[in-house]
């Protein structure tokens, strides 16, 4: 059987989608013959060219990787990369991913969603995947808007946006995605944004060599329905007064001239300026294996535009990123187990069932 | 006193008691001695929704009826000949099912006053004379029980759990059956567990020289072994059988398969059936809802694997909008819908034929899907085998229409050998390389089916979608012509599958004439029954049933045509008839039983006659 002497292969790490060095591929090769049609100046775009940039990197054939994408603007991502795709069901990428990759560990699946698809409709498979912590990439577009549907505001929209459905302002209070990624046991969380491509690329490839579930956020612009919406860590200006940018092994030190720094007070995270009382030592180290503190710094989340007092600058990069067991792993294994103890597997056995009488 | 020694041709057994008194378990062993024993036979277990409703409660009683004989046997039977009532709850629940003159062995520490209040009785039935019209036996079981356990050292619990195999032993001797299949199954069941074993062999023994000892019974009844079809059998229920067409499936083509599931009742064996059989290189995914069941099996399927999802009505609604997604990109995927009462939640351990319609019509857009139905519960092997079977070689989503009857009753089964499996022919693209024509995922063969396409196979790199695709390319097209196109398209290729499917054929006899009976599905052993007890009566009836629905077999719209009427028996408000009607034209007339249970054979053959009545009049 060609498949299941493929799966072999890479279990026995035979395989192993190695590509040959003859067939090493640039960023081309990942752009698919279809016309993209998001809006002009969509945050979508550079996603987009940071995945197909990213792709010859990670040593991969062609072949052996798949998106799956849900419904929304974000789901049309599939179709513009020149690999395996689908374009599925709303909200419903993450199963039909984890379906994939169980029976097919050899793939490299990545799932392309937004805030509606995985929050609102798909939420249940989002959190089921992160505590199954299936071996894949996830990479949630988040522009705080639907925009496929033209303007509504979406479960991670601030109360009181005013949109096409809340035109009172909406009343609901909004998911903070990383934190209910670590609430959902997940084991690798990160976030990055559009207009910071370099860093973007960066996340997608540790994205990549983290196994489980790695779970990226990425603020993306969407300028025709909630232009500017993370304006405040965008825009050159404010973004190195409103955004921390985190590094394993590094104090957390931001501001334009580096004045400024978190350090933890007990449990407590304050900002404090690095101006004579505090210096560098006094201040947090980022460890990204230490939940505790991956929980803390995914509630660096007030909006900056009605904060009062001091705010904590938004993190980007790696929160979190620990080795769990993987469920795809644990299937094979345990398949595997199955095999080695039930041995050779006798149809007709099965077949004939316990008991048999004859009849003449 | 003298036993007399009678021959009878059937007899139908019920056994009712607390659904905590093992009467599931009961039946089965009788069963299977009976089976070994080779008398032909059906089986209808009943039991509550509820885990353990209130013990001694009318809802909380569990019952299992075996019918069994020398002839024929394709029901459980209409009456009873014998209930076993194990308490007041019990007798109340199935008196009504005993036939007048039948026999009722009551264990009479169940007609306490607590379980007499329990059952709602205001007098105990035993002492008012209301059983008359029956013969009744009043056995202490409960005492007799603990008298054989006596020095063994057991649990008050223990000893209550055995009580029921006093029971099977007495009617083991009522009906002459031997002990040692049951002896082996306990000594194997509790193997680690010597003493209770060694219990309840005790209590089965004591219950069979009760019988022989007690002088109170009169009788003993023969059955002997009925006129099979020569060859090996087995005993199998209708979901065991699923399972193994599955795994026969799987096997015969070649591929891994996944079932994604999420439980439900009637379906839930199917998942624990296939969990069991990784070795045969099956992954068995308990998924979070309904949704991502059948999702993780696109996934898979997408992947190569045979997808598979179970689940039973209410499930399967939450499923329409990813079979839709399989249609349009036109994958394999089967679909298992054990069938129970609804709609909404329903009646869940009740059986119904309610989801023909669902399957046929139950998603947004023209989105045809094949539809298959097994008609015994070992028929569901063949079916299950051929849900997989038009899936893989016809690249889309088949429904596989099952029931709570089919998927709990049991029959003696001629099971096949491996050597006597189709294979199953699975066309994976092949890989290509840059000289080679461009690769187009939509290009179509003869039969109008699209190759497999599968990740991980180079050069054929591709994206598939929910979104309307260019015939051919597959690329996303909102064009006017291509959309018509396509939806005909899809559905040519379902309809084509009659081309791959065996012709009707007429069950029982003339293939012209007056009636034609068209059944589906479960009540097939019914409807023969009943068409043959009509024809020995001297009626010009025919009996049609359908395995295969959608596409229906080729020859069935001329078949109809030669019958002046058709009538078709229904556990549903009527929709095979109203399909029928639809695609031929055909006055068919319906005949509809939604009571949650299924057609008696006396009750569907008067409402044959009815029909007919009606029908000639007219």
């Not at chain 1, 705080?144 to 549907?149: K, R």
């Not at chain 2, 139908?12 to 008398?39: E, K, P």
């Amino acid at each position: 059987m060609a498949l299941q002497t493929k799966i072999d292969e890479f279990l026995n790490g035979s395989g192993n989608g190695e590509i040959a060095e003859a067939a090493a591929y640039s960023a081309k090769d990942f752009s698919s013959d279809q016309d993209v049609r998001w809006c002009p100046g969509c945050g979508d775009y550079t996603i987009l060219k940071q995945a197909q940039n990213v792709m010859p990197d990670l040593g991969l054939a062609k072949e052996d990787i798949v998106f799956i994408s849900g419904i929304g603007c974000a789901a049309r991502f599939p179709y513009y990369m020149d690999t395996f795709g689908m374009h599925s069901i709303h909200g419903r990428a993450p199963a039909i991913a984890t379906g994939l990759k169980v029976s097919r560990p050899d793939l490299s699946v990545w799932i392309i969603t937004g805030d509606g698809d995985s929050l609102s409709i798909g939420a249940n498979h989002f959190v089921q995947l992160l505590r199954r912590n299936v071996n894949v990439n996830l990479m949630l577009f988040n522009n705080q808007i639907y925009g496929l549907t033209k303007g509504q505001y979406s479960p991670t929209a601030p109360e009181g946006t005013i949109s096409k459905s809340t035109p009172f302002g909406s009343l609901d209070h909004p998911f903070n995605p990383l934190a209910l990624s670590l609430g959902a046991e997940g084991a690798f969380v990160a976030r990055a944004m559009d207009r910071d491509p370099k860093h973007l690329k960066q996340m997608m490839l540790r994205t990549h060599q983290h196994k489980g579930t790695s779970m990226l956020e990425i603020y993306q612009n969407c300028i025709v329905f909630n232009d500017g919406a993370f304006e405040l860590f965008t825009d050159k200006k404010s973004r190195p007064r409103e955004t921390i940018y985190l590094e394993q092994g590094e104090p957390l030190i931001f501001g334009a001239d580096k004045d400024k720094g978190v350090r933890l007070d007990g449990l407590k995270p304050e900002v404090v300026e690095l101006n004579g009382k505090y210096s560098e030592e006094d201040l947090w180290v980022h460890d990204e294996t230490d939940s505790t503190k991956a929980h803390l710094l995914s509630r660096f989340f007030e909006h900056p535009a009605r904060g009062s007092g001091l705010l904590f600058p938004r993190p980007f990069g790696v929160l979190y990123a620990v080795d769990r067991p993987c469920y795809d792993e644990m299937v094979t294994t345990q398949n595997q187990q199955a095999m080695e103890q039930l041995g050779e597997p006798d149809l007709d056995a099965l077949l004939r069932g316990p008991e048999t009488w004859e009849v003449k | 006193m003298s036993i007399k020694d009678q021959e009878r041709e059937e007899v139908t057994i019920r056994f009712a008691g607390d659904s905590g008194d093992g009467m599931q378990l009961t039946g089965l062993l009788f069963t299977n001695t009976t089976a070994l024993l080779g008398n032909d036979l059906r089986t209808l277990p009943e039991f509550p929704a509820e885990i353990r409703a209130p013990a001694g409660t009318v809802p909380g009683v569990s019952s299992f009826q075996l019918h069994f004989g020398s002839k024929e046997i394709m029901t459980p039977g209409d009456d009873c000949d014998v209930l076993v009532a194990m308490n007041s709850a019990a007798l109340k629940a199935n008196l009504a099912l005993l036939r007048k003159g039948g026999v009722i062995i009551v264990n009479t520490a169940g007609f306490d006053k607590k379980n007499l209040n329990l059952a709602k009785y205001d007098e105990n039935p035993l002492e008012n004379n209301s059983l008359a019209d029956y013969t009744v036996f009043e056995v202490d079981v409960t005492k007799f029980t603990k008298e054989s356990l006596k020095g063994m050292d057991l649990s008050y619990k223990d000893e209550e759990r055995s009580k029921n195999m006093f029971v099977l032993g007495l009617l083991y001797w009522m009906y002459n059956r031997p002990l040692d299949s049951t002896i082996d199954f306990l000594e194997g069941k509790f193997a680690k567990k010597p003493t209770i074993a060694e219990a309840n062999i005790k209590v089965l023994k004591a219950g069979y020289h009760f019988g022989e000892t007690a002088e109170v019974f009169t009788s003993r009844f023969t059955i002997k072994e009925a006129a099979l079809e020569p060859g090996t059998y087995r005993s199998t229920v209708g979901n065991d059988a699923t399972v193994l067409g599955l795994v026969a499936a799987a096997r015969q083509s070649n591929l891994p398969l996944f079932l994604g599931s999420y439980p439900i009742t009637p379906a839930s064996d199917v998942l624990h059936g296939l969990s069991k059989y990784k070795h045969f290189g099956i992954t068995t995914f308990q998924a979070e809802d309904e949704i991502a069941a059948v999702s993780s099996a696109i996934g898979a399927a997408f992947g190569g694997s045979l997808g598979v999802t179970s689940s039973s009505g209410p499930g399967v609604v939450l499923k329409g909008e990813a079979i839709g997604l399989a249609v349009m990109l036109e994958l394999p995927l089967v679909v298992l819908n054990i069938q129970r009462a609804g709609p909404s939640t329903g009646m869940p351990t009740k059986i119904e034929q309610s989801d023909l319609m669902q399957a046929v019509y139950g998603r947004n857009g023209e989105s045809p899907v094949a539809i298959v139905a097994p008609r015994s519960p070992a028929d569901c092997f063949d079916m299950a085998f051929e849900a997989c079977r038009i899936s893989l070689e016809h690249m889309i989503p088949v429904m596989y229409l099952s029931d709570g009857y089919l998927a709990n009753g049991s029959e003696p089964w001629k099971y096949p050998q491996t050597s006597d499996l189709k294979k199953i022919d699975v066309r994976f693209e092949q890989p290509r390389n840059g000289e080679d024509e461009p690769f187009l995922p939509y290009l179509r063969d003869d039969r109008h089916v699209r190759t497999w396409a599968i990740p991980g196979t180079a050069g054929i790199e591709h994206r598939v979608g929910g979104l309307e695709k260019e015939d051919g390319t597959g690329n996303i097209s909102y064009e006017a012509e291509n959309h018509q196109k396509m939806v005909k398209l899809r559905k040519a290729k379902r309809d084509k599958i009659a081309d791959f499917i065996p012709l009707q054929d007429v069950d029982q006899g003339n293939e012209k004439g007056e009636i034609a009976i068209l059944g589906w599905g479960s009540t097939y052993g019914a409807i023969r029954t009943a068409v043959f007890a009509l024809r020995k009566e001297g009626h010009d009836v025919s009996h049609i049933h359908l395995r295969y629905i959608s596409p229906f077999p080729r020859n069935l719209e001329t078949l109809l045509n030669n019958f002046e009427h058709v009538i078709v028996p229904e556990l549903n408000d009527g929709q095979l008839v109203r399909l029928i009607r639809d695609q031929y034209l055909i006055p068919a007339r319906a005949i509809n039983k939604i009571k949650g249970s299924p057609f008696g054979v006396e009750e569907l053959k008067q409402e044959i006659l009815r029909t007919i009545e009606t029908e000639t009049l007219a």
